[in-house]
C-alpha cells in the first residue's frame, strides 16, 4: 500500500515536471505586432485601415478594402522581426524591437509605404539560434512576411541569415556585427559596423589617441564576436606596432575572472581590451578593481548597456574610465539623433541605447529600398538596398560590395557614470 | 611570489563558497544516501531573498542575509518534508530523480516569477577597500569571505562533536535505522541536517553573490556542480572532506589556469576532472574516506 502511493507520487511529480518544461519552452514564445492604425481583431484592423485612409489625403483608398474584410492580408506589408526579447541578451532585443517599432508607428502615421500600412510582427528568440530559426520559419511559412529585420545579436543572426539565402529574402539585421552575416548571401545586409572595423579602429585609437603602447586582452572564446574583436585588435596592434602582452580567454557562463586579471596584472599591459558583452564586462572590471588592475579599459559595442540599472546596479561608478566604439553617442547634437532620441523617450519612457538607434535605421531603410522597389518583390527590393543612400540617425548609410554599411563610428568615454561620445572615426573604405 | 600568493588568495576565496556549498551535499548524503540536487536551487533561492530584502525593504545587506539565511532553512527542511522523506524507504533512484525534478521546478518557478532576465545585485565587492601587503594586493571582501567560511566550519564541527543534536547526526549518518531503533527522533535529525545544509548555503549565497553580482534563475546551477565534485572528492558524507575538497578544488582550478599558457585555459576545468578521476580511481571513497565493502 505504502508503496504504491510513493509510486504515485513519482508519476504526479514526473507529469508536473513535463507540464512545466512544456510550458517554459513553448509559453514564452510572445508575440508581439503592430497592427496597422489599431488592435483588436482583424476585422476591426481593416476597418481601421479605412478610416485612416480615410483621413489621410496622401494614401489611395483601394475600394476592395471596404469589402474584403476577410482576408487583410492583401491590406499590409508584412514585416518580419526576430529579437531577444527574454533572456540574457533581452537588453539589446528589447531596445532594438522597440526602434523598428518606433519606426514602422512613424511610416504607418505618415500613410504606410506604397499606399498600405506595414503589418510588423516580432518573435521573440531569446537570444538563441535555435529559437530563431524556429521564429524565422513560422514567420516565413505562416506570417507570409516579405522582407526581415533582425536578428539582433551575430549567433542567431548568422543561423536565420542562412535560411533567408535560401528563400531570398531581404534581411537587415540590425544590430549583428559579426562579418559573416552579410558573407551568407546578396540578400543579406546590415546597419551597423562590422567586428573588424571596431576592433581596428580601437587600435588605431590606442596608438593614436591615447598613444599607448602595451595591450592585454581577455575575451570570450566561445562567442564569435569577441573573436572577431579580438582578431581585428590584435592584427592592427601589430601593424601600428603595439605590443599584446598577453591574450588571456574565458567561456561563456564563467564569473570568475580574478585568475586571467592577476595573469594581465603581472603582464603588466597600459590598457586592456576586454571585447565582450555588458554582463561580463561588468563583472570584469570590477573584479580588476578588487586586484589593482588600474588601466584603462577598452571594448566594443557590446559595453553599450552597462550602465543600465539592472546591469551595473547601485554602484554607477564602477565602469568609469572605459572607452569602447559605438554606433553612435547620446550627447552628439545631429538633429536627426536629437529627434529620434526625443521621439524613443516619449514612446517608452526610457532613454534609447545604439540598440533602439540601429533597430530604427534598419527598419526605415528597409521601407526605403521597398519604397524605391515600388513593390514587395524579393529582387526589386534588394536591389534597392543595394543602391540606397539612406541618411539614418545613426549617420548616414552606403553599402560595399559585401553589404556593409560605410558609416561614422563614436568612440565614446564612460565618465561620472555616463556615455560621453570622445571622438568619431570613420568606418570602412 | 607575489603572484603565486595573489592567485593563492583568489583560490581560496572561491574555494571557501564551494566548501560552504559542498557540506549541504555532504551532510544529506551522510545522512539520507541522497545527492541533493536541489541544494544549488538553495542558493539561488537566497540570493533572490538577500536581493529583494535589499532593494525593496532597503534593509541593509547583514540583516537581509540573516534573513534569507532563515528563510534558506523553512524552504531546505519544507522541500525534505514535502519531496523526500516519503521517499525515504523508496529506492536511491527515485529519490535522485525527486531531487533533480526539485531543482527544476525551483529554476522554472523562479523564471517564471522574476524572468530569466539577469539583474544587478545592489551590493559589490568593489565597495570594499582593496588592501596591499607589500605587492600583494587583494580585495579586504576576498578576507572576509574567507574568514566567515572558516567560522562557519569552525562552528560547525564544534556543533558536531560537542552538541548533542549534532552527535545523533552523526549516529544517524553511521545506521539510520539503528538510531531509530536507539531512540533517536530520526525526522527531527534529518531535518535538521536539511536546515544546517540550507543555513550554509544561505551564507554562502551572500558571499557568492557580493563576488558575482549577477542574479539568475540558474545561477545556482554551476557552483552547485562544482561543489558536488569537492564533496566527492573530498569523500562524500564526511564533514571535513567536503572543506577540503571545496578548498582544493578552488585551489587547483585557480593555479591550473594561473600556470597553464593562457590559450590553454579553457583546459582548467578538464584538469579538475582528471584529478577528480585519478582521486576515485586510487581512492574510491574520495582523500578522506575510508572505502567499506558494501553488504548486499
Known sequence: MRKSKTKKSVSVLLVLMAIIMLLTSCGKTETKTTEPAADGTEADAAVATDAAAETDAAAETDGAAETDGETPAGDTIKIGGLAPLTGPVSVYGIAADNGAQLAIKEVNANGGVLGKQIEYIVYDEKGEPVEATNAYNRLVNEDKVIALIGDVTSGPSIAVAQRAVLDNLPMITPTGTSADITAQGPNVFRACFIDENQGSLMGTFMAENLKLKKAAVLYDVSDPYAQGLNDAFTAKCKDLGIEVVTTEIYNAGDTDFKTQLTKILAAEPEALYVPNYYNDNIMIVRQAKQIGLDVPFLGGDGWDGILSENVIGADKNDADGSYFTNHYAADDPAEKLQNFLAAYREEYGVEAISFSALGYDAAMMMVQAIETAGSTDSAAIVDALKNIEYEGVTGDITFDENNNPIKTVSIILIKDGAYTLFTKMKSGE | ?296
Open chain 2, 1 to 296: 611570489m607575489t603572484y603565486f600568493m595573489m592567485q593563492f588568495l583568489n583560490g581560496l576565496q572561491i574555494g571557501s563558497i564551494y566548501a560552504l556549498i559542498a557540506l549541504g551535499y555532504t551532510m544529506v548524503y551522510g545522512i539520507i544516501k541522497l545527492i541533493n540536487f536541489a541544494h544549488g536551487e538553495i542558493i539561488m533561492t537566497a540570493a533572490y531573498f538577500i536581493y529583494f530584502f535589499m532593494t525593496k525593504w532597503q534593509l541593509s545587506f547583514l540583516l537581509s542575509t540573516v534573513l534569507a539565511t532563515l528563510l534558506s532553512v523553512v524552504i531546505g527542511v519544507l522541500i525534505e518534508r514535502i519531496a523526500y522523506r516519503r521517499l525515504r524507504n523508496a529506492s536511491r533512484l527515485s529519490a535522485l530523480i525527486t531531487a533533480i525534478a526539485i531543482s527544476l521546478f525551483l529554476q522554472t518557478l523562479y523564471m517564471i516569477l522574476f524572468t530569466p532576465d539577469p539583474r544587478a545585485f545592489p551590493m559589490t565587492a568593489t565597495r570594499f577597500p582593496v588592501l596591499k601587503l607589500g605587492k600583494i594586493i587583494f580585495s579586504s571582501w576576498t578576507l572576509i569571505t574567507i574568514v566567515t567560511a572558516v567560522i562557519v566550519m569552525i562552528l560547525l564541527q564544534l556543533f558536531v562533536s560537542r552538541h548533542k543534536a549534532g552527535k545523533a547526526m552523526l549516529v544517524v549518518s553511521e545506521d539510520l535505522k539503528g538510531s531509530y531503533l536507539m531512540g533517536i527522533k530520526v525526522n527531527r535529525i534529518v531535518a535538521m541536517t536539511f536546515a544546517i545544509g540550507s543555513a550554509l548555503a544561505g551564507i554562502a549565497a551572500a558571499l557568492y553573490i557580493v563576488s558575482y553580482p549577477q542574479i539568475t534563475p540558474y545561477m545556482g546551477s554551476l557552483p552547485g556542480i562544482k561543489a558536488f565534485i569537492a564533496a566527492v572528492l573530498g569523500g562524500i558524507g564526511l564533514i571535513p572532506g567536503a572543506m577540503l575538497g571545496g578548498f582544493l578544488l578552488g585551489l587547483v582550478e585557480t593555479m591550473t589556469k594561473a600556470y597553464m599558457p593562457s590559450q590553454l585555459t579553457q583546459l582548467s576545468e578538464g584538469v579538475v576532472f582528471i584529478i577528480l578521476i585519478l582521486v576515485l580511481l586510487l581512492k574510491p571513497a574520495g582523500l578522506l574516506g575510508k572505502s567499506e565493502s558494501e553488504k548486499v
